[in-house]
């Protein structure tokens, strides 16, 4: 079993949708979790980080950690054609610590 | 604030040659770390440098890799001899403080290696 698992899509969705993106991970002892979002023959850029289990919100996205499930999900209001790349999850035990990838989720964003 | 840089951003090499990849971290920041991706897999992590020293290198995969920091600066990572499985996107990524919670890792665009 791997440590991270994601749905690794594709996902398809109209424009104004709203996009929910889940991680599961086995290691109870992950306490730091981010969301990154690739672009094709880029480098993975950061959207949300967050700390133990709630919820974070920035903008259109919104992060949430459910610790006793061993569950996070991302979601995104409002979906734009923009949107539409690779969606990766990451975790890690302690801060600055080296991070456990999940394998990404392909999202498309149809007008 | 110019972000993480890589070069090249692409590399073609024959099996049995030398390659060096080059990392430039955000300036101030104080780690840095190497992550790879190969062909259908997630991104892996390789090493953490704090300034010049190697903290975590656990992930390196073998002897075949080497990666320097001299001066806490850039860094390089050097595969020697490439072989075929060696290819994939290699990342480098920084962040400021490894104990503050507000440091996140911030990537590069990466370097596709590609080994025939």
């Known amino acids: 079993q791997k440590e991270v698992e994601q749905d690794p899509g594709p996902l398809s969705v109209p424009e104004g949708a709203i996009v929910s993106l889940n991680c599961t991970y086995s290691?109870?002892?992950?306490?730091?979790f981010m969301w990154y979002r690739q672009y094709s023959r880029k480098g993975p850029e950061l959207l949300m980080y967050?700390?133990?289990?709630g919820n974070k919100e920035d903008g259109r996205f919104t992060a949430q950690v459910d610790k006793s499930s061993k569950y996070i999900s991302l979601f995104i209001r409002d979906s734009q054609p923009s949107d539409s790349a690779t969606y990766l999850c990451?975790?890690?035990?302690?801060?600055?610590?080296?991070?456990?990838f999940g394998p990404g989720t392909r999202l498309s964003v149809l007008p | 604030e110019a972000g993480v840089t890589q070069f090249p951003s692409h590399s073609v090499i024959e099996k049995g040659q030398t390659v060096t990849l080059r990392c430039d971290p955000i300036?101030?920041?104080?780690?840095l770390y190497w992550y790879r991706r190969v062909m259908g897999k997630e991104i892996k992590f390789l090493l953490h440098f704090v300034k010049e020293s190697k903290q975590d290198e656990s992930g390196m995969p073998n002897n075949r890799f080497l990666a320097e920091r001299t001066g806490g600066t850039y860094s390089t990572l050097k595969v020697q001899p490439a072989e075929l499985e060696d290819s994939g996107v290699y990342f480098c990524?920084?962040?400021?403080?490894?104990?503050?919670?507000?440091?996140?890792?911030?990537f590069g665009n990466g370097t596709r290696l590609t080994v025939t």
């Open positions: 300036s101030g920041h104080d780690n």
């Open positions: 290691n109870s002892a992950f306490q730091y």
């Open positions: 990524a920084s962040s400021h403080d490894k104990s503050s919670y507000n440091s996140p890792l911030h």
């Open positions: 990451a975790m890690s035990r302690l801060s600055g610590q080296n991070f456990v």
């Open positions: 967050t700390y133990s289990s």
